[in-house]
């Protein structure tokens, strides 16, 4: 039933279809999904509802749904989702909200998909996220969130996230990610967070809580300032993990890879608060070094 034309879907069009698996009706012109229109669909494990012009999930549109495991509502202009949209829909695995309206996650957001694994919502408008929207996917593996407005990542923000393996923040506007939010996080393979405006992550000589495991970390086309504050980037560089990323700041290691800087000279984080990368000519270490701006470019 894609490419159908179709704008209004009657309530009792699928009533006697109980052993359907798949359902295509993308590419349609659907403005809403009526409530309980996938009623009689308990057997369902896929649904594509893609380019359609759907501008909001409401509480009962996906009721019935107690077998669905893979959901693609990507390219339509949804702006809100009800709390309590996805009850019946506890055994989805895949959720592909790309390309739409979403301005904030909530908490209750997500609510209902614990099983959820994979999540998908690039290239919306989000520029909030609630601390605990994503406490309710403890099994989620891949969450990817390309091309938002999202411009900070708080220590709560991943709250919940245990089983997460790859995380995509590239082309926000990143100027914070608070490393306590990996803290609970066991194994996170990749973490893309290239084209943002980072100036630092984190800050010391020690891998941070979450990331040892990392395999590949994009941060390319950020305004990196390479002092010792992140030292254990070139720890984590030893292992022979892919890394990108070049500096912006200090001078002497513009366009340089960050992978390539000598922390060598920088004491433990215990030692010292701060430092810039360039060690003093004469004199001891001071023991808070230079604070550069922000670059706005």
């Known amino acids: 039933m894609s490419f159908a034309g179709l704008q209004v879907l009657h309530w009792a069009t699928f009533s006697d279809l109980h052993q359907l698996k798949t359902l295509l009706l993308s590419n349609n012109e659907f403005f809403a999904i009526p409530s309980g229109l996938f009623e009689s669909l308990g057997s369902l494990e896929s649904l594509d509802l893609s380019h359609n012009k759907i501008a909001a999930l409401k509480e009962g549109s996906l009721r019935g749904l107690s077998s669905l495991v893979q959901l693609n509502l990507s390219d339509n202009k949804i702006a809100s989702v009800e709390e309590g949209v996805f009850a019946d829909d506890r055994r ?25 694994q994979h999540l998908q919502i690039n290239n ?8 605990g929207a994503f ?4 099994f989620l593996q891949t969450l990817s969130l390309s091309g938002n407005n999202v411009s900070t990542i708080g220590s709560k923000t991943l709250h919940g996230l245990m089983s997460l393996r790859q995380l995509f923040l590239d082309g926000n506007v ?7 939010a990996f803290s609970a996080i066991e194994h996170l393979h990749e973490l893309h967070a290239q084209n943002n405006y980072l100036t ?17 970390l994009e941060l390319e086309n950020n305004p990196l300032d390479c002092s010792c504050a992140i030292s ?14 070049a500096c912006r700041l200090p001078v002497k290691y513009v366009g340089q890879n960050i992978t390539k800087v000598d922390f060598s000279w920088c004491k433990p984080t215990t030692q010292r608060a701060s430092q810039t990368l360039d060690p003093p000519t004469a004199g001891p270490v001071p023991s808070v070094g230079t604070e550069h701006p922000a670059d706005n470019e």
Request: without cysteine.
């Open 174 to 180: 990143l100027h914070k990610i608070s490393l306590a």
């Open 200 to 216: 630092s992550l984190g800050e010391g000589s020690d891998v941070p809580a979450g990331l040892h495991a990392l395999q590949t």
């Open 124 to 131: 919306n408008n989000i520029s909030q996220i609630e601390d």
């Open 92 to 116: 989805l695995a895949s959720l592909n909200l790309n390309s739409n309206h979403i301005t904030v996650l909530h908490q209750s957001t997500f609510k209902g998909l614990r099983h959820l």
């Open 232 to 245: 254990w980037i070139r720890v984590l560089s030893d292992k022979k993990i892919h890394i990108n990323g």
């Open 135 to 138: 406490a309710v996917l403890p």
